[in-house]
């Protein structure tokens, strides 16, 4: 069983990264584009920041799905205990 949800503490943290990076990531994207389209020196500069914080989000993405993989394994182990000492 899950423990009650509550504010703070690690989850709340990486959730926070998470919505930070995907909210740098939109904004460089869309600064980039508008410095491109100028054809601005800055331009190349703002990709590669955009480029730098998209893998903060394929990381977060994919440590996302592994621990919800490892949740629910850990989940059915539990119950197969449980079931075996019955």
């Known amino acids: 069983r899950l423990p009650d949800a509550h504010s703070g503490g690690i989850a709340s943290t990486i959730q926070g990264f998470g919505v930070l990076a995907l909210l740098i990531v939109a904004l460089s994207g ?3 584009f508008l410095l491109n389209t100028m ?3 800055l331009a190349e ?3 590669h920041w955009h480029k730098f ?3 903060f989000i394929e990381v977060y993405f994919y440590a996302h ?3 919800g993989v490892l ?3 850990i ?3 539990k119950s197969r205990s449980v ?3 019955d």
């Open 83 to 85: 079931n075996l000492s």
């Open 75 to 77: 989940e059915k182990y």
């Open 71 to 73: 949740h629910i394994l």
């Open 53 to 55: 914080f998209t893998t």
């Open 45 to 47: 500069t703002v990709i």
């Open 39 to 41: 054809q601005s020196n």
């Open 65 to 67: 799905g592994a621990m």
């Open 30 to 32: 869309g600064l980039w």
